[in-house]
């Protein structure tokens, strides 16, 4: 009974000692989990890309003279599937195996499920694209990279009541079975009654809908004049082309869930024209985002820079930056695994961090302060197979990382 024993405490990593940044086990590993199979692949490519960015500019980060040795790091893909099963799998076996830190999973549906788990375990998480409300207060080892819908949500609807002050009928479309759908899709009923405008009709899906002639059929009833959109990346693609393909001729407001250039080969021309808020734009001029852009077009020259995939640049840098941090100030010596999980925690939120979505950091429960934020407008070429995010409007959010207001629309 005492091998049991002995053998539980073998088998939690966290008991382990951490060794020093040069022994030659000395490297630390983070764990991803992200959508590579399931409908969240299309999200969960941009985010291997993403963090594949990531590691190639840490590769080329070198020690400052007089400082003590970097912390090498490691990295584990796990496949984390589009469900909450895959996620909480993949979390399990990467905690297993002893990592440090978790960047993960793709969906806020998958977060509510698996980020538990690492709460239980003190094993940190930042979360690389969970926008639905209530993520970091998951617990104190839960952060985010991606911007909450509550700041970015709005700020798509304002551009098409800016655009056209006369819309008066909204129809609301989202997945009632999705997390971040039933969030975001609250952000924008919100936002819709602030400026006086209850929706004409709201139409509830199913995640795993691709046919919508039904509640397109029963909106246009209504005779909107604006359409809000929140489901993820196939069926809101495939929603906005049937939406055209029935007659809808109206604005369309996409949230989130279409935040990916690999909307364009679902929804094709007929995604021209359909308004986004973004947390990234690949136009902001300062060296870190030069150098994400640069090694994007090396590495994979047809890829544009977008939201997602610099989500994931930024939740790798983070934790890169953070574990040097603790490393330089000696956080990393004579400890266990688990005490370095904690020491890494609290030296994550305390950081600043200037990544590709400008300048970040946290609040103490482990929420992203972001300073810019971006509407952009779906451009397709003409051909109707590749398009681009382009910029429509850029905004400062007071109180953000960045400070104050920032330069108006272009
Ligand atoms: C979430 C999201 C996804 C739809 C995009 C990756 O924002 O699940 O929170």
């Known amino acids: 009974m005492g091998g049991l024993a002995v053998l539980g405490q073998q088998a939690d990593p966290a008991a382990k000692a951490v060794p020093a940044a040069d022994a030659p086990n000395g490297a630390l590993t983070i764990g ?152 975001e899709t609250a952000i924008f009923q919100r936002t819709l009654r602030a400026r006086g405008l209850t929706p004409v009709s709201v139409q509830r899906t199913q995640l795993a809908d691709n046919d919508f002639q039904i509640p397109i059929t029963a909106a246009l009833q209504a005779d909107p004049q604006l359409v809000v959109i929140s489901i993820q990346a196939v069926g ?49 001029d300062t060296p870190v985002n030069r150098t994400f852009r640069n090694l994007l077009r090396g590495s994979s020259p047809d890829r544009s820079p977008s939201q997602i995939t610099a989500q994931a640049f930024t939740a790798y840098q983070v934790l890169f930056e953070a574990v040097q941090r603790l490393q330089r100030r000696g956080g990393l010596e004579n400890v266990n695994l688990g005490q370095a999980r904690k020491a890494l925690m609290e030296e994550l939120l305390a950081g600043q961090y200037d990544t590709p979505l400008g300048p970040i950091r946290f609040t103490p429960d482990g929420e992203l302060v972001q300073g810019q934020f971006y509407v952009a407008q779906v451009r397709m070429d003409p051909g109707g197979r590749s398009g681009r995010f382009a910029l429509v409007r850029e905004t400062g959010v007071s109180g953000g990382a960045g400070g104050s207001a920032s330069p108006p629309a272009r």
């Not at 809808?248 to 279409?258: D, K, L, P, Q, T």
Request: glycine share 10%.
């Open 32 to 183: 991803g989990v992200i959508a590579l199979t399931g409908n969240a692949n299309l999200y969960g490519q941009d985010q291997r890309l993403g963090i594949s960015l990531a590691r190639e500019w840490a590769g080329s980060r070198r020690r400052q003279p007089g400082e003590p040795p970097l912390r090498p790091l490691h990295f584990q893909l796990q496949d984390g599937g589009s469900d909450e099963a895959t996620a909480i799998a993949g979390f399990n076996l990467l905690i297993r195996q002893g990592v440090l830190a978790l960047i993960g999973p793709t969906l806020s549906q998958q977060a509510f499920a698996a980020d538990p788990i690492a709460q239980r375990r003190g094993v940190p998480v930042v979360a690389p694209s969970n926008t639905a409300k209530g993520i970091p207060q998951i617990g104190p080892f839960i952060s985010r990279v991606s911007a909450q819908s509550s700041v970015i949500a709005p700020l798509s609807i304002s551009e098409a009541l800016r655009r056209d002050p006369r819309i008066r009928r909204v129809a609301v479309f989202y997945s009632q079975d999705d997390a971040f759908s039933t969030s």
């Open 236 to 284: 809101g693609g495939n929603l906005v082309r049937q939406l055209r393909e029935l007659g809808y001729r109206g604005a369309i407001v996409v949230g989130n869930g279409m935040n990916t250039p690999n909307i364009y080969p679902i929804c094709q021309r007929w995604c021209d024209g359909i308004l986004i808020a973004q947390a990234y734009s690949p136009e902001l």
